[in-house]
């Protein structure tokens, strides 16, 4: 056996022998005088490489999930991995993706640069600062926060907001549980004025949001000032603009809008930008990013985070319809063991070959299908290989997707990179070829929020309606008074069921969903409905990822996954 096999993900991207980035741009038509470089392996690519008439031409694929384990089912390493089959069919592709970050890195569930011989390098620097995005967003979130406390402390310009409808939040890119709610303003009157504040994760701040749907510099600056702050004491609404604020953000974000350039371990050229969570944002990498993809080669292979009822589902009403982008394929990613789990396997049972509980657990698979069936697409569903599936569970999955008219496809791009995913590649541009698939959203945004809700739990989730708590109610009048009625809906729930309830897994039946309150990404520009108790701030677990990283002397890191 291949000894290779059994080196960790940084022991395969170190040995990577990576082209210079001014190489990797040249083969996708980008002069070296349009390259930002930092270093000789990343650079930032300007605006005006989007052009319009081709991103109209070219090929957008979406890759996204069943309802995920905890560890996740390989969306990254199969984009990736994809990309690695479609160049080495003949086909000029490339990934855009988000941005790790750096908090999950450190705590449990390690990077995002996708895994095995499918990779984006240079991975510890995409895992760690890369080219300082997040730092930017955070800078920005941060002094709209201060500019806040700021004028609540002024007397001469004082706008009369009241403290306690204060939504806006700080922010910064780690996992600490001790920010989640804080008191800020102690010592005095020279401090400020004491309130109850805390920390979400960088993240999930409505800048990282903003950033993703932004279509131009002008666009960005516009948003920013329409971000929604809270109430004056006379029930005013107060944005950013009203203070202010939306040049000094926009101009800590003058780099960051710009799209990264980098490599995946075949030298294939990826593009990452952006990275909001997908089960309290949209999940997707920033419109700039993809239509800027669309513009240098004919197939763009982007992801949606977590399963098809979340970042596939806001991908496509959202985003979609936000940026005028027709996705022509779409790849639904399973594994074996994630079909266990919904057959009931626990997680240390999750190796062990049983055909009966992947039998039971294919109805997640099944769902998921005809979810996308929904939306105009006709998935592939890419089997991500692991080494403990059996031949009999595959075949059983191939045969089952075949009998709902979806091909799938085993995709060993971890193990063998583009070597392994050259099937999924063809049956992608087969299906491509086909003309069958015709995108259309599965709602309109001209219909009410409580409407849209709605349609996607009971289309979505399968669910049997939608209760609202009192304080949701209050929320939808809200929503109203402020004129947001016309925007889409980014639900909020776990990403660990099509319900409400993480402990419903499979295809579960006969349930309702509760909205428990909302929040008004008014910049961002969609309406989030609170499902269950969301976190915006992770902690730490028991044992974080970081006590097993190391650093020698030369700067070499190990560990680092």
Same mark, same amino acid.
């Given at each position: 056996?291949?000894?290779?096999?059994?080196?960790?993900?940084?022991?395969?991207?170190?040995?990577?022998?990576?082209?210079?980035?001014?190489?990797?741009?040249?083969?996708?038509?980008?002069?070296?005088?349009?390259?930002?470089?930092?270093?000789?392996?990343?650079?930032?690519?300007?605006?005006?490489?989007?052009?319009?008439?081709?991103?109209?031409?070219?090929?957008?694929?979406?890759?996204?999930?069943?309802?995920?384990?905890?560890?996740?089912?390989?969306?990254?390493?199969?984009?990736?991995?994809?990309?690695?089959?479609?160049?080495?069919?003949?086909?000029?592709?490339?990934?855009?993706?988000?941005?790790?970050?750096?908090?999950?890195?450190?705590?449990?569930?390690?990077?995002? =640069?996708?895994?095995?011989?499918?990779?984006?390098?240079?991975?510890?620097?995409?895992?760690?600062?890369?080219?300082?995005?997040?730092?930017?967003?955070?800078?920005?979130?941060?002094?709209?926060?201060?500019?806040?406390?700021?004028?609540?402390?002024?007397?001469?310009?004082?706008?009369?907001?009241?403290?306690?409808?204060?939504?806006?939040?700080?922010?910064?890119?780690?996992?600490?549980?001790?920010?989640?709610?804080?008191?800020?303003?102690?010592?005095?009157?020279?401090?400020?004025?004491?309130?109850?504040?805390?920390?979400?994760?960088?993240?999930?701040?409505?800048?990282?949001?903003?950033?993703?749907?932004?279509?131009?510099?002008?666009?960005?600056?516009?948003?920013?000032?329409?971000?929604?702050?809270?109430?004056?004491?006379?029930?005013?609404?107060?944005?950013?603009?009203?203070?202010?604020?939306?040049?000094?953000?926009?101009?800590?974000?003058?780099?960051?809008?710009?799209?990264?350039?980098?490599?995946?371990?075949?030298?294939?050229?990826?593009?990452?930008?952006?990275?909001?969570?997908?089960?309290?944002?949209?999940?997707?990498?920033?419109?700039?990013?993809?239509?800027?993809?669309?513009?240098?080669?004919?197939?763009?292979?982007?992801?949606?985070?977590?399963?098809?009822?979340?970042?596939?589902?806001?991908?496509?009403?959202?985003?979609?319809?936000?940026?005028?982008?027709?996705?022509?394929?779409?790849?639904? *990613?399973?594994?074996?063991?994630?079909?266990?789990?919904?057959?009931? =396997?626990?997680?240390?049972?999750?190796?062990?070959?049983?055909?009966?509980?992947?039998?039971?657990?294919?109805?997640?698979? =099944?769902?998921?299908?005809?979810?996308?069936?929904?939306?105009?697409?006709?998935?592939?569903?890419?089997?991500?290989?692991?080494?403990?599936?059996?031949?009999?569970?595959?075949?059983?999955?191939?045969?089952?997707?075949?009998?709902?008219? *979806?091909?799938?496809?085993?995709?060993?791009?971890?193990?063998?990179?583009?070597?392994?995913?050259?099937?999924? =590649?063809?049956?992608?541009?087969?299906?491509?070829?086909?003309?069958?698939?015709?995108?259309?959203?599965?709602?309109?945004?001209?219909?009410? *929020?409580?409407?849209?809700?709605?349609?996607?739990?009971?289309?979505?989730?399968?669910?049997?309606?939608?209760?609202?708590?009192?304080?949701?109610?209050?929320?939808?009048?809200?929503?109203?008074?402020?004129?947001?009625?016309?925007?889409? *809906?980014?639900?909020?729930?776990?990403?660990?069921?099509?319900?409400?309830?993480?402990?419903?897994?499979?295809?579960?039946?006969?349930?309702?969903?509760?909205?428990?309150?909302?929040?008004?990404?008014?910049?961002?520009?969609?309406?989030?409905?609170?499902?269950?108790?969301?976190?915006?701030?992770?902690?730490?677990?028991?044992?974080?990822?970081?006590?097993?990283?190391?650093?020698?002397?030369?700067?070499?890191?190990?560990?680092?996954?």
């Amino acid at each position: 056996m291949n000894e290779s096999k059994f080196l960790s993900d940084i022991e395969i991207a170190q040995k990577a022998r990576m082209l210079h980035i001014k190489e990797i741009a040249g083969r996708i038509g980008i002069p070296e005088d349009d390259l930002e470089m930092y270093g000789k392996y990343k650079a930032k690519l300007p605006l005006t490489l989007i052009d319009s008439e081709k991103v109209a031409k070219s090929n957008l694929v979406l890759v996204t999930a069943i309802t995920p384990t905890p560890a996740g089912e390989g969306k990254t390493t199969t984009s990736i991995g994809l990309v690695e089959g479609l160049n080495k069919i003949g086909k000029k592709a490339m990934a855009v993706l988000r941005e790790p970050s750096l908090g999950p890195v450190f705590g449990m569930k390690g990077g995002a =640069a996708g895994g095995g011989y499918s990779q984006v390098v240079p991975m510890e620097d995409i895992n760690l600062h890369f080219t300082g995005d997040f730092s930017a967003i955070e800078k920005a979130n941060n002094l709209l926060a201060a500019l806040i406390d700021n004028n609540l402390q002024s007397k001469s310009r004082n706008l009369g907001l009241d403290p306690r409808t204060i939504v806006w939040k700080r922010v910064m890119d780690m996992n600490d549980r001790a920010l989640r709610n804080i008191v800020i303003g102690l010592g005095g009157t020279a401090n400020g004025i004491p309130r109850e504040d805390g920390f979400n994760i960088t993240a999930a701040s409505e800048v990282m949001a903003i950033l993703c749907m932004a279509q131009s510099f002008e666009d960005l600056k516009s948003k920013l000032g329409n971000i929604f702050i809270g109430f004056t004491f006379d029930k005013k609404a107060i944005y950013a603009r009203d203070l202010n604020a939306e040049n000094g953000m926009a101009i800590l974000l003058k780099d960051a809008i710009k799209p990264n350039l980098v490599q995946t371990l075949e030298n294939n050229p990826c593009i990452i930008h952006g990275g909001p969570f997908a089960n309290i944002a949209q999940g997707t990498n920033t419109i700039i990013a993809t239509k800027m993809g669309l513009s240098l080669v004919d197939y763009v292979v982007t992801e949606a985070g977590f399963g098809a009822d979340l970042g596939a589902e806001k991908f496509l009403n959202i985003k979609c319809v936000s940026a005028d982008l027709k996705p022509k394929a779409l790849v639904l *990613v399973a594994t074996i063991r994630a079909l266990r789990h919904h057959g009931g =396997a626990k997680a240390d049972e999750y190796n062990t070959t049983s055909l009966d509980r992947v039998t039971k657990g294919f109805e997640n698979l =099944a769902k998921h299908i005809e979810n996308c069936k929904k939306f105009g697409l006709n998935p592939v569903v890419a089997i991500n290989a692991f080494p403990t599936d059996s031949d009999e569970e595959v075949e059983f999955v191939i045969k089952s997707c075949a009998a709902l008219g *979806v091909q799938a496809v085993p995709s060993k791009g971890f193990a063998l990179g583009g070597n392994g995913t050259q099937e999924l =590649a063809e049956a992608v541009v087969k299906e491509i070829e086909t003309g069958n698939n015709h995108f259309r959203p599965l709602y309109s945004w001209e219909l009410n *929020v409580k409407t849209k809700i709605e349609i996607i739990a009971e289309e979505i989730y399968g669910a049997d309606g939608v209760d609202f708590t009192s304080e949701a109610m209050a929320g939808l009048k809200t929503i109203e008074q402020l004129g947001l009625n016309h925007l889409p *809906v980014c639900m909020a729930k776990t990403q660990k069921s099509f319900s409400d309830n993480e402990k419903l897994i499979g295809r579960p039946r006969g349930f309702r969903i509760v909205i428990r309150e909302f929040e008004f990404a008014a910049g961002a520009g969609f309406v989030i409905p609170i499902l269950g108790s969301m976190m915006r701030m992770p902690g730490l677990p028991a044992v974080p990822a970081s006590e097993g990283m190391h650093i020698d002397n030369d700067g070499k890191i190990s560990g680092l996954s």
